[in-house]
């Protein structure tokens, strides 16, 4: 079972930026080894995917609501997926959330193609 943990989220006025991490406590396998997927769920809505990167950073994806503002990657070392988010905007408010799947080069904005999720960490932006 591989545990996510979520962090770096806050409030933010309109135009700010935040960097979010996805980490884990698991020794077995690097993240590296895992497709993450970042989502996000507001009140109210479904929850969306954000963007992704493949297992060994294959393919990189980014939803069209956030591409141009929103850039995902790895840290090898501190075996993290880091979500850097630019240009915040109101609607980006919700709860996002990191995933993971195995051994997955090409990556997926689809809630349905990953097997392990966190916790989420509160995104605010708001004037």
């Known amino acids: 079972q591989l545990q996510l943990d979520e962090s770096g989220g806050g409030s933010v006025r309109p135009g700010g930026s935040l960097t979010l991490s996805c980490g884990t406590s698991?020794?077995?396998?690097?993240?590296?080894?895992?497709?993450i997927g970042w989502f996000r769920q507001a009140p109210g809505k479904e929850r969306e995917g954000v963007a992704c990167?493949?297992?060994?950073?294959?393919?990189?994806q980014t939803a069209v609501p956030v591409q141009g503002r929103f850039t995902i990657s790895r840290h090898n070392i501190k075996n993290t997926v880091n979500l850097q988010m630019n240009d915040l905007e109101p609607e980006d408010t919700g709860v996002y959330y990191c995933?993971?799947?195995?051994?997955?080069?090409?990556?997926?904005?689809?809630?349905?193609?990953?097997?392990?999720w966190g916790q989420g960490t509160q995104v605010t932006v708001s004037s």
């Open positions: 698991s020794t077995k396998f690097p993240l590296d080894y895992y497709a």
């Open positions: 990167i493949g297992s060994s950073s294959k393919s990189t």
């Open positions: 995933a993971a799947r195995i051994v997955v080069p090409t990556c997926s904005l689809s809630l349905t193609d990953y097997d392990y």
